[in-house]
């Protein structure tokens, strides 16, 4: 009986034993099992980390050459802004010159007209001749006596253009220099003569008028004399009035000389040239600005 019971004792020590060896056998498959679990898992996150630096450098990468982009196109933007104003700047200074080129020709294009006409007034004056009347006998009237107008001659004063620029014989152009200012003292001694000059021929003028006048006054019997004689006094005096506004105006003109304001438009401030003040000494206008107030005065007056 004690042989048995020491059998089962042995029996129940060894299946202890061997629970026991189990139980650790598993327990260390457990924590190789976990150990193994967790290196896993630590290799991955080693793993996703190496992959999410390289998506970091490149997505830095990408922005750098989102910037190096940006800044080129705002260089290129710039460059595009100077190029622009460079551009308008080269236009603005050719049309300044065609500006210029155009001025220059309507002058030249405005003093050959202005020269043509003078001289063929002048000639006009000088061709032109009046006619003298006959003195009539003081008896007899009877009708072979009665002669018609066309046989009567009388004389006449010679007659210019009236408000006409001095005369081109004494008169000398303006040499303009290189890099000259425009206005100086020769330019406005220049002009200062040349008003002096019209305005004392255009006094010449009314006193030869007024003398004329007076040695013609005559009352014709024929009414057709009378007729003539008074149409001619009138056409004399109303040249002699625009004569006399003329001389106002060239007080007017050297008194700007005077005041260092003449040789400049009265309406855009622009110089009106020196070819042009020459073609008319009391021009106040620049041709521009001339031609334009002529257009509007057209179509008011339609």
């Known amino acids: 009986m004690a042989a048995k019971q020491i ?10 034993s061997m629970k026991t060896k189990a139980n650790v056998k598993a ?3 457990a924590k190789s099992k976990a150990k193994a679990k967790t290196k896993t898992k630590a290799n991955t996150k080693v793993k996703a980390k190496s992959k999410v630096k390289p998506k970091a ?9 989102a910037k190096t982009k940006v800044k080129a196109k705002t260089k290129v933007k710039a460059n595009a802004k100077v190029k622009a104003k460079a551009k308008v700047k080269a236009k603005t200074k050719v049309k300044a010159k065609a500006k210029a080129k155009t001025k220059t020709k309507t002058k030249t294009a405005v003093k050959k007209p202005l020269a043509k006409r003078t001289s063929a007034k002048k000639a006009k004056s000088c061709v032109k001749t009046k006619i003298k009347p006959k ?8 009708a072979t006596s009665k002669k018609t107008p066309a046989a009567k001659t009388r004389k006449a004063a010679p007659r210019r ?27 406005k001694e220049h002009f200062r003569e040349i008003l002096q000059s019209w305005k004392v021929q255009l006094m010449e003028e009314v006193d030869r008028t007024v003398n004329h006048m007076q040695e013609e006054a005559a009352n014709y019997a024929d009414p057709a004399d009378r007729a003539s004689q008074e149409e001619e006094f009138n056409l ?32 855009c401030g622009v110089e009106i040239g020196i070819r042009r003040l020459e073609a008319r000494p009391t ?20």
């Open 7 to 16: 059998k089962r004792g042995a029996k129940s020590k060894a299946k202890t």
């Open 27 to 29: 327990k260390v498959k």
């Open 57 to 65: 450098k490149v997505k830095a990468k990408a922005k750098v050459k």
């Open 135 to 142: 003195k009539k006998a003081p008896a007899r009237k009877t």
């Open 161 to 187: 253009k009236s408000g006409s620029n001095p005369d081109q014989a004494s008169f000398v152009p303006y040499t303009l220099r290189k890099n000259e200012e425009y206005m100086n003292e020769e330019q």
């Open 236 to 267: 004399e005096l109303k040249t002699r009035d625009r004569e006399r506004r003329l001389i106002r105006k060239i007080d007017n003109t050297m008194e700007l000389i005077d005041q260092d304001d003449y040789g400049y438009c009265e309406s």
């Open 283 to 302: 021009a106040t206008q620049c041709i521009d600005c001339k031609t334009l107030a002529e257009i509007k005065e057209k179509q008011i007056r339609g």
